[in-house]
């Protein structure tokens, strides 16, 4: 019914959950994860209860193996259950019951554990390992690309549906209060990964932070187009001098507020040049509807 990976990045500490399945909303029932503590996906007729008390077992110092002894040796139905588990550490286990429909099985590779059930054949979990020790950068991309080619090779038999991806980090949610770095879910969908890849560019946009290879100065030339642009849409009341003077600075980050970029307002004379690509765009469109009416 689903295909799934959990993993951990050494590099950063993240942890999380990508999953895919022929199935509604999977992003409330398979992935859970925890900062510093790790990743569950708990799948096939789940157990939704392997997320919550798995974390707490790794939390109390079990390793992966003895929490999914422990999670799996009192449940009756565990024949029908399937869950991949990663700690902190970057240790794996997995399990497959015996009754879950076929292909049913799992792969550990470096950081990460993939496993599928009702998929098209071991390809798949071996698709999702190689694909992801072979793809470079954030943690979240890595898991998307393994999600790709999960379904690139066959996925689920039964089509697509729905998929999630999860990934934790601490004091990495919005304003840095929780951990949730990326909590994505589609519910119903056609191309539900591709789908998920959408949501997360406008994810990483609105929630990540700036990224200082990114940073550039706001010199005369940028100011001079900000405050074109800042006076267009009524965010900027001064003139336009090419001169990043305390009022440009304000219409900015009135601007960046008002489109949702607030995890990249900054209070220097930096501007981070992702957010400036999509203010551009964005103006191009509204100047565009602009002189359509």
Same mark, same amino acid.
């Given at each position: ?5 959990? #993993?951990?990045?050494?590099?950063? +500490? ?13 992003g409330?029932? &398979? ?5 510093? &503590? ?17 974390l ?10 003895q929490?999914?002894d ?15 588990? &990663? ?21 550990? +590779?470096v ?21 992801? =020790? @072979? ?30 991806? *999860? ?6 949610g ?7 770095? #990326? ?11 591709? =789908? *998920? ?13 700036? %990224? ?5 100065? &706001? ?6 187009? *900000? ?14 001098? +090419?001169?990043?003077?305390p *009022? ?7 601007f ?11 209070? %220097? ?9 999509d ?10 509807? @602009?002189?359509?009416?």
């Open positions: 019914m689903t295909f799934s990976i959990v #993993a951990f990045d050494p590099s950063n +500490g993240d942890l999380g959950v990508a999953v895919q399945s022929k199935f509604p909303n999977v409330v029932s &398979i992935p859970f994860a925890k900062a510093g &503590i790790g990743a569950v996906a708990t799948q096939s007729y789940c157990n939704t209860s392997y997320g919550p008390r798995g707490a077992l790794l939390e109390q110092g079990a390793s992966p193996e929490a999914l422990i999670l799996t040796g009192d449940d009756k139905q565990r024949d029908y259950r399937q869950v991949g588990l &990663i700690d902190a550490k970057g240790r794996v286990a997995s399990f497959t019951g015996a009754a879950c429909f076929d292909w049913a099985g799992s792969l550990q +590779g950081y990460c554990c993939a496993q599928g059930n009702t998929v098209a054949g071991p390809q798949v979990a071996e698709g999702m390992v190689r694909v992801f =020790e @072979q793809t470079q950068g954030m943690l979240a991309e890595r898991l998307l690309a393994a999600l790709q080619a999960g379904q690139a090779n066959g996925g689920d038999r039964r089509g697509q549906q729905s998929a999630a991806l *999860l990934v934790v980090r601490a004091g990495g919005y304003g840095g209060f929780d951990d949730r770095y #990326a909590a994505i879910s589609v519910y119903d969908h056609p191309t539900p990964i591709a =789908e *998920l890849e959408r949501l997360y560019a406008i994810h990483r946009l609105t929630y990540f932070r700036s %990224d200082p290879s990114q940073l550039t100065p &706001i010199d005369a030339t940028l100011a001079t187009e *900000l405050q074109h642009m800042l006076h267009a849409r009524g965010f900027y009341q001064g003139a336009v001098t +090419g001169i990043t003077d *009022l440009t600075l304000k219409a900015l980050r009135d960046m507020g008002w489109e949702n970029y607030d995890e990249r307002i900054r209070d %220097d004379h930096l501007i981070d040049l992702e957010v400036l690509a203010m551009r765009q964005k103006h191009a469109l509204w100047l565009k509807g @602009q002189q359509s009416r």
